[in-house]
């Protein structure tokens, strides 16, 4: 387990019936880092990516999260020790407006005190003054003040992507999971996209884990890139030194 590491992954395998998904995988994501995780089609990306993200529970190994053993644990409870997955804005939302879409997303509730009994009715004011305002300063962030009032559902397929990305703006979260962000977003938004992942990584310090098919993306945003195949880890370094490798080139190609 190394030091710096904010996700460790230690041997772990998924089996589906006879066939071993991942396979004894042992991978780390560096705090700090835009990681990403590339392989040919069934290298078992998507299912190390939910047992990492608590979709998909381990048959062997552990999923350390901020030096926690995390293995087995839920979504929502990853989700309030600081791990996010963007997840797509539910149908019901989409009546909402951009803002209204942020200023949905769970925050830390009072507690049930006595205390809180006697001022909720001002706890509860001043935490819809501050969760606006917190949303105020993500629509800017992400550069989409020209559409907070415009319904979610009326968005751009990019636009909404980045909505997404806010979202995990709006808790504070460690690490950031995005499974195929560019999937259907515009050259210019996808643009955006990248532009608003490395200013999120630069200057507000999350740390992101991404499975990507566009390789374009990959290259721009991710060092250290991960390449997975026949469920394990083959090979990791920057985009350039993985594109360099012959057998990497292989596993994609070859066969
Ligand atoms: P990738 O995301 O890299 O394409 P996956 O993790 O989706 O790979 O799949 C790895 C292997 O596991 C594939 O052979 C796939 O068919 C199989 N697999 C994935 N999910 C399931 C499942 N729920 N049931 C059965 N087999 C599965
Ligand atoms: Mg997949």
């Not at 200023?103 to 969760?131: C, I, K």
């Not at 210019?188 to 507000?204: C, F, P």
Request: proline share 3%; aromatic share 6%.
């Amino acid at each position: 387990m190394s030091q710096d590491a904010v996700i460790d992954v230690i041997n772990v395998s998924k089996h589906f019936g006879g066939l071993a998904a991942v396979n004894n995988c042992s991978l780390s994501v560096r705090r700090g880092s835009v990681t990403g995780l590339i392989g040919p089609n069934g290298a078992g990306k998507s299912t190390l990516f939910n047992m990492v993200a608590g979709n998909i529970v381990p048959d062997e190994g552990q999923v350390i999260f901020d030096g926690q053993d995390v293995t087995g644990l839920a979504p929502h409870q990853l989700f309030r020790l600081g791990m996010l997955r963007t997840f797509q804005i539910a149908h019901e939302f989409s009546n909402m407006t951009a803002l209204e879409n942020l200023m949905m997303v769970p925050g830390d509730q009072p507690g049930e005190s006595l205390a809180n009994v006697w001022f909720r009715p001002f706890l509860a004011r001043s935490r819809e003054t501050a969760v606006r305002k917190k949303a105020l300063d993500v629509i800017d962030f992400l550069k989409l003040g020209h559409v907070r009032n415009e319904l979610a559902g009326n968005l751009s397929g990019g636009q909404k992507k980045l909505l997404e990305l806010g979202r995990t703006m709006m808790v504070d979260a460690k690490v950031v999971l995005l499974d195929e962000v560019a999937a259907g977003v515009n050259k210019t938004l996808l643009n955006d996209l990248a532009a608003n992942i490395e200013r999120m990584n630069r200057e507000l310090g999350y740390t992101f884990f991404v499975i990507e098919h566009d390789m374009d993306l990959i290259a721009r945003l991710c060092d250290p890139v991960i390449v997975m195949a026949e469920g394990r880890k083959i090979a990791e370094g920057s985009m350039e030194e993985v594109r360099a490798n012959p057998e990497i080139v292989e596993a994609y190609f070859g066969a």
